[in-house]
């Protein structure tokens, strides 16, 4: 199991923790939500819990629930940054069979 960042996806994450001032990392799961069935919930790690399970990638430390960690393992996270207007994560997810046609929601 393993969920993954690209470097420049952890150097932004480490631009935001550092400006926020705390956080242990980011958190990353799933929701159920949209037309196609689950969305993507991102997140700063403040805390870990009881079901979350940890990876460390790129010097960045990756939570994920438990129960979200079926839909997102063998993911990994880039960032693109287009222009100021344009830019944001980028979830490569091997698990997808189906998304919807405005990308914001997908199904397993």
């Known amino acids: 199991m393993t969920v993954q960042l690209t470097e420049i996806a952890a150097e932004h994450v480490n631009k935001m923790l550092k400006q926020r001032g705390k956080g242990l990392g980011l958190r990353l799961g799933t929701k159920k939500s949209g037309c196609t069935g689950f969305s993507y919930v991102v997140d700063y790690a403040d805390e870990i819990r009881s079901d979350d399970v940890i990876f460390e990638t790129q010097g960045i ?36 069979q189906e998304m919807c046609g405005c990308g914001e929601s997908f199904s397993i």
């Open 61 to 96: 430390t990756v939570v994920v629930d438990n129960q979200s960690l079926a839909h997102i393992d063998g993911m990994t996270v880039d960032y693109q940054k287009n222009n100021v207007l344009n830019q944001g994560f980028d979830f490569i997810n091997p698990n997808i």
